[in-house]
């Protein structure tokens, strides 16, 4: 069954480390997004792709990037991981620029 | 600018209907959605309604969207312990490429 994935489902790190987080989506979907999901907050749009080699700023962009190399994978990068960076990420994938997305089941980071 | 509303919890007795509430700001919503989130998982998408339509009902779910008012709401008839979740209320806007922009979240709490 087509699916989305993301790796690692918890991760523990250090304030100025560098982490990557993976999403692949066997789907074949051009669209992708990553949110963030903090208490009172919802979630929140941080990048999303539109395609191959493309890639756009959300909402709460800074201190993040994200590259998109081929259709299958988003990877989110964050550069020098910060306290405030401690969240739920989830990864999604739609085949339309609107209507349903399909969510992965999250990576929970911890920055120390 | 773009804001969505949800009061944060609701509980109901097992049998009852729920009613969760949304509202929204942005008139240029094209479509709205509901996602639902049990613990420790992703957003599965449960139903949408697209701005154009006043209700839509699908088993025990029916929409109901106030476009005077900017109002959504979700009720849920003979709500099972199996509802309780946190649900998400969702919309996107016009041209603006399928971004989703979410509400805070409402956890419903199912009592026997």
């Known amino acids: 069954d087509a699916e989305i994935t993301q790796s690692p489902r918890h991760k523990i790190t250090e304030t100025g480390r560098q982490v990557t987080l993976a999403c692949h989506q066997t789907?074949?979907?051009?669209?992708m997004f990553w949110y963030r999901q903090d208490l009172g907050h919802g979630l929140r749009l941080i990048h999303y792709s539109y395609g191959v080699q493309d890639t756009n700023k959300g909402e709460v962009s800074d201190g993040y990037s994200v590259s998109r190399s081929n259709t299958e994978d988003l990877p989110l990068t964050l550069e020098s991981a910060a306290s405030s960076q401690t969240s739920v990420y989830f990864c999604?994938?739609?085949?339309?620029?609107?209507?349903?997305?399909?969510f992965g089941p999250g990576t929970r980071l911890t920055v120390l | 600018g773009e804001d969505v509303e949800q009061s944060l919890f609701l509980s109901v007795r097992e049998g009852d209907s729920s009613v969760i509430n949304c509202t929204y700001t942005d008139s240029s919503s094209t479509y709205l959605y509901w996602y639902k989130q049990e613990p420790g998982a992703g957003l599965q998408l449960l139903t949408y309604i697209f701005s154009n339509m006043d209700m839509k009902q699908d088993q025990r779910l029916t929409v109901l969207l106030n476009k005077k008012d900017k109002h959504l709401s979700l009720r849920i008839a003979d709500t099972q312990t199996g509802d309780s979740a946190i649900y998400f209320c969702?919309?996107?806007?016009?041209?603006?490429?399928?971004?989703?922009?979410f509400g805070q979240g409402t956890e419903l709490s199912v009592k026997p």
């Open positions: 789907w074949n979907h051009n669209n």
């Open positions: 969702a919309e996107t806007l016009y041209n603006q490429g399928g971004k989703l922009i």
């Open positions: 999604a994938s739609s085949p339309a620029r609107e209507g349903e997305q399909f």
